[in-house]
């Protein structure tokens, strides 16, 4: 699972200004492109009013006093019509945009500023400060904002637009204030701001250098949606009578000047209130859009397992194994690029065996674990290969019968346990629901068979811990209540990717123990997924070692670890400190870089790392070859030296 | 004998915790219980235990990113007190565990090493991009990566970052904090390594935590073992391995997963790590020690030596599970 994850995450397109992503993220959205030249057009309007206005927007000319517009009658003097007073409708709209825009645009930018310094304020340097600034903030939100501002503005006689933009503006603060100092408070944990504090920076510079950079970015797409408010509190206080003075041009002014006139041009009332509309609808799609862009998880689709539909290949000889996995490959599609991250994997699980996939982060031991079962993460998907389970090719299975299959012959337990079980539901209430579904259940006890399923793994007083909820338990408990689950079922085949990585050894000790007496006595086939080859070495009957989605060498345990057949695994073994050897020995280091599963080079993918590598090693990606009986090595040199190796 | 350069004397930091949002009754928990050591020039100190044992508060309070609850801390014989930590600042670093968090992330590579240097003068302005560049061919990095973003780096060279951060303003001490847990096993040699390497160069001393026995032993010339905010054995690394006085030491040492260990014995632990706000009296180890005796439920035993050079907090370092009778009963 975290594998899956890891590999979408570095495939993210390496290094593009986060800018230039953003753009090119909302020129792909229809609504958002749509918004943007809506946003265009108006800021043009705005700007270049004085130029494009044919007449003052408030000279009146009372000969030509409410003229239609030129569709409805009127002339091509006055395109939009003119109002009660003669005055252009079109020249007042543009300046009305111009006062509309210039109001909010500052009061959003006043409200920002305001907000951010006092969000800082308030996270980074807490206590008292974060108190009263957050105090004065939720008093601000109970008061009434409008009426606030109608009482402000109704004793000034003079209103102009500084006038607007302070009484906007201001109440602005508490919503960016509110938000900027969660993500303080979050950042200032992190460890790079201790960091900083370890090296001696001052608490002033840890703000400006270290944290304010990770911040403000939440600023601008508030500051969006923000607008959008202002310029409609704009223009329902103007339509009050409260905004600019008249004669001056306002949306707000004219529709309620229009709304005198409603029956004899009722124009004079819609085209104010279509700007409005217009202006606020363009602003929110380029906002949304752009929530969507920086905010991946948003865009990230739901998990849908596809059918695998290529012909299906020979059928393999597997009457020995439970679980033959035949050519399989995995493909994360990502954008223009396409994440290989398993590639023609071979093997076989014999029924009560322990398989144990070693592998490092990428290698793709992970992403074949969950396409056994079918619960790839998307985009991912089976591009070929078989994965013949008891018989049947669980990538074409229609949808119905892998999800009798998941839980019930095949189990699965991940590395985080607590995320796998509901917080807020007790343990009992899990398990129960977990044995009600099992065909095995004969005397319909559910309390019962919960016990016996906690008894199984090892828990002595199986009573207390059904009562508790996960976040009462430890880590090692949480995994014992998901094994007890898993196992309950009498699966024929358990999955556990890195079931301990998170705990303690002496944790793990404990739990592989239980985890191997429980597969046994049930003879259940297990395949253990790690990045310690240690523990296979301990545990499992069969390695496979996997690096960069292929397998790089499978054998019977103490082979692997004793006579390894590939460099990789020689490698990993002299790479890792042992706790059970005396140091002094320097540590064999294994030179570079893990490879980049979006670039495949075309040898194999261990060459430019490999101390042995030889020249054909460069051009052509070496196939299983023999080690020694059911011992093979993705490697060249173990190619027959008679045998011509094709390309 | 070398100067001491750190000396830490038993030195406590309790947290309150409250048991519950509405109760004004609070839990203590004391992370670190009276620990005291002493560390020399050039000397790696390894830290090992487990979660919750207190490893990564020592190490924060020792640089005093978290103020002690008492105790007494001299660092190159200078006791230390707030405000005046300028000496160690200077004088100590740390490198973190996690190679993603660690970093500012939107701060060029060149400019997160680059920023101690500002802050403590080390050298004068025209000479810090020589500086900076000399730093990354020290940890193995191109100085083309100067003007990365730590995104763009993979975790491996994220770390080596990090080490540059840290030696920048040529520490004497370095705390490393589970420095190379959350890297690949074949990019973590490199990083232990070059650690190994920096060391021998510069006579940089490491107080180097990890959960992770393997790698303590490979780095450390002393190593500490900690259970509950204790130190429950202190020894030389070869006679840590050659004999484990302290139970908890040998649990540990044969619960860590070897190659050349199919289904051979193992010391089983019973129960899991007590809850630290609620220690259990007399050993805190007794509950799921495997040779506990009646005396252990009481009394708590010292930090004795028990052999030259050797310390271990148990009432029976010197005996095996054979020697004694069987292990008590606990109570109902």
């Known amino acids: ?647 | 004998m070398t100067r001491p350069l750190l000396e830490v004397d038993d030195l406590h930091k309790h947290f309150d915790v409250r048991s519950s949002r509405f109760s004004r009754k609070s839990k203590q928990v004391r992370a670190v219980d009276g620990v005291s050591f002493t560390m020399t020039e050039g000397e790696t100190l390894g830290l090992v235990g487990e979660s919750g044992c207190g490893k990564s508060t020592l190490a924060r309070t020792v640089l005093f990113l978290e103020a002690p609850t008492s105790g007494e801390i001299r660092f190159q014989g200078q006791t230390l007190s707030e405000p005046d930590l300028t000496q160690l600042r200077r004088g100590a670093q740390m490198i973190f565990q996690d190679p993603y968090s660690s970093l500012p992330p939107r701060m060029q590579v060149s400019k997160i090493i680059n920023d101690p240097l500002l802050i403590h003068h080390v050298v004068p302005e025209d000479e810090m991009e020589d500086r900076v560049n000399a730093l990354l061919v020290a940890v193995g990095l191109s100085p083309d990566l100067g003007s990365a973003l730590p995104h763009e780096l993979s975790g491996g060279q994220r770390q080596r970052v990090g080490i540059a951060r840290a030696l920048a303003v040529e520490p004497s001490l370095v705390v490393a904090d589970e420095a190379v847990s959350s890297l690949d096993v074949s990019v973590q040699a490199q990083i232990l390594n070059l650690l190994k390497e920096l060391q021998e160069e510069r006579g940089l001393a490491y107080l180097f935590i990890s959960h992770d026995l393997g790698v303590v032993k490979y780095m450390s010339h002393r190593i500490a073992v900690m259970y509950l905010g204790e130190i429950v054995e202190l020894a030389f690394t070869h006679d840590l391995h050659e004999r484990a006085l302290h139970p908890y030491t040998r649990a540990l040492m044969s619960a860590v997963p070897s190659i050349h260990r199919r289904g051979g014995t193992r010391i089983h632990l019973e129960g899991e790590p007590p809850d630290p706000s609620e220690p259990p009296s007399g050993c805190t180890f007794h509950p799921r020690c495997p040779m506990a005796q009646p005396i252990c439920r009481v009394k708590k035993p010292e930090l004795d030596e028990w052999l030259p050079g050797r310390v271990a907090a148990c009432h029976f370092a010197l005996s095996t599970t054979d020697d004694l009778p069987p292990k008590i009963e606990a109570e109902p």
Request: net charge neutral; glycine share 8%.
């Open chain 1, 1 to 647: 699972m975290t594998d899956a994850i890891s590999v979408v995450e570095e495939a993210a397109p390496r290094q593009e200004a986060a800018g230039v992503r953003a753009m090119r993220g909302l020129a792909r959205r229809p609504t958002a492109v749509l918004g943007a030249i809506g946003v265009a057009v108006i800021l043009v309007a705005a700007v270049f009013a004085p130029i494009i206005a044919s007449f003052e927007p408030s000279s009146q000319d009372l000969a030509q006093s409410l003229r239609p517009p030129v569709w409805d009658g009127g002339d091509v003097d006055h395109l939009l019509g003119t109002d009660a007073l003669g005055r252009d409708v079109a020249s007042r709209l543009l300046f009305g945009a111009r006062n509309s825009l210039m109001i909010s645009l500052g009061a959003m930018l006043l409200g920002s500023l305001l907000g951010l310094a006092t969000g800082l304020a308030a996270g980074f340097f807490g206590g008292r400060v974060d108190s009263l600034l957050m105090r004065l903030g939720d008093i601000q939100l109970a008061f009434p904002f409008i009426l606030l501002a109608i009482a402000i503005l109704g004793t000034l006689a003079d209103r102009n637009v500084g006038h607007m933009i302070l009484v906007l503006g201001i109440p602005g603060w508490i919503v960016y204030a509110r938000v900027v100092r969660s993500r303080v408070l979050s950042e200032k944990e992190k460890e790079y701001v201790l960091a900083a504090r370890s090296v001696g920076a001052s608490g002033m510079r840890r703000l400006r250098r270290y944290v304010l950079p990770s911040v403000w970015q939440v600023v601008p797409v508030i500051a969006l949606l923000d607008v959008g408010f202002l310029i409609i509190t704009e223009s329902t206080l103007s339509f009050l009578g409260l905004g600019l003075p008249p004669p001056a041009a306002s949306w707000g002014l004219m529709l309620a000047e229009g709304r005198k006139n409603m029956l004899i041009s009722p124009w004079l009332s819609i085209l104010p209130g279509l700007a409005i509309l217009v202006t606020v609808l363009s602003i929110n799609l380029v906002g949304d859009g752009l929530a969507d862009v920086l905010d991946p998880r948003l865009r990230k689709g739901t998990f849908r397992r596809r059918l695998l539909r290529g012909p299906v290949p020979q059928p393999v000889g597997a009457e020995r194994a439970l679980l033959s996995v035949r050519d399989l490959s995995v493909e994360f599609p990502m954008g223009r690029r396409v994440i290989k991250a398993v590639r023609h994997v071979d093997f076989d699980v014999r029924r009560g065996e322990t398989l144990g996939v070693v592998g490092e982060s990428g290698s793709g031991k992970s992403v074949t674990a969950l396409s056994i079962i079918q619960l790839l993460d998307a985009p991912g998907r089976v591009t070929s290969g078989q994965i013949i389970f008891d018989g049947r090719d669980l990538a074409r299975i229609p949808d119905r019968e892998i999800r009798e299959m998941r839980g019930s012959r095949i189990g699965m337990i991940f590395q985080n346990p607590a995320a796998s079980l509901n917080p807020v539901l007790s343990i009992g209430h899990q398990m129960a629901e977990a044995m009600t579904r099992l065909d095995s259940l004969e005397d319909g006890d559910v309390g019962a068979a919960s016990r016996r399923a906690l008894r199984s793994v090892g828990i002595g007083d199986p009573e207390r811990i059904l009562r508790q909820y996960p976040f009462q338990l430890s880590g090692g408990m949480n995994q014992r209540v998901m094994i007890a689950i898993a196992m309950a079922a009498k699966p024929d085949l358990l999955i556990a990717d890195e079931p301990t990585t998170a705990l303690d050894v002496t944790t793990q000790a404990q739990i592989l123990d239980e985890l191997r007496e429980i597969t046994t006595r049930q003879d259940t086939s297990l395949i253990l997924i790690t990045h310690d080859i240690a523990l296979v070495a301990e545990r499992a009957d069969t390695i496979l070692v996997m690096y960069a989605g292929q397998v790089a060498e499978c054998g019977p345990a103490s082979r692997v670890v004793s006579e390894p057949g590939h460099p990789y695994t020689r490698a990993l073994l002299d790479s890792v400190p042992r706790a059970d050897i005396e140091s002094g020995v320097k540590l064999q280091a294994i030179s570079g870089e893990l490879p980049d599963p979006a670039t495949v080079p075309p040898g194999c993918p261990f060459a430019p790392r490999c101390p042995e590598v030889m020249e054909i090693c460069q051009r052509v990606n070496p196939p299983s070859f023999t080690v020694a009986a059911d011992h093979w090595a993705a490697c060249h040199l173990w190619a027959p030296q008679e045998a011509e190796v094709s390309a």
